[in-house]
């Protein structure tokens, strides 16, 4: 799960045109402490939901992950408004 994390946080990072993002940054972005978060990072804890999430996801076509996610998205904005 660890290896999981890396990789998101160095895509986010890619995304960002290879601007760092710290995890203190990227913690507040997910709505998380940082220390969860470093704990996820560093493979102290295995977030189960977040495995499962990432299965579900991995059983999809890659346009219906982008719509899927997108959609998630959407949904949480709408619930921090």
Same mark, same amino acid.
């Given at each position: 799960?660890?290896?999981?994390?890396?990789?998101?946080?160095?895509?986010?990072?890619?995304?960002? !045109?290879? =601007?760092?993002?710290?995890? #203190?940054?990227?913690? *507040?972005? $997910? @709505?998380?402490?940082?220390?969860?978060?470093?704990?996820?990072?560093?493979? !102290?804890? =295995?977030?189960?939901?977040? #495995?499962?999430?990432? *299965?579900? $996801? @991995?059983?999809?076509?890659?346009?219906?992950?982008?719509?899927?996610?997108?959609?998630?998205?959407?949904?949480?904005?709408?619930?921090?408004?």
């Amino acid at each position: 799960m660890s290896d999981l994390f890396n990789l998101l946080h160095n895509a986010v990072e890619a995304q960002n !045109n290879g =601007k760092k993002i710290s995890q #203190k940054e990227l913690a *507040q972005t $997910l @709505g998380i402490s940082m220390r969860t978060y470093q704990d996820w990072k560093l493979g !102290n804890a =295995k977030p189960q939901a977040a #495995k499962a999430v990432i *299965q579900m $996801l @991995g059983m999809l076509e890659d346009d219906e992950i982008v719509r899927v996610v997108r959609k998630i998205n959407t949904l949480d904005e709408r619930n921090h408004e």
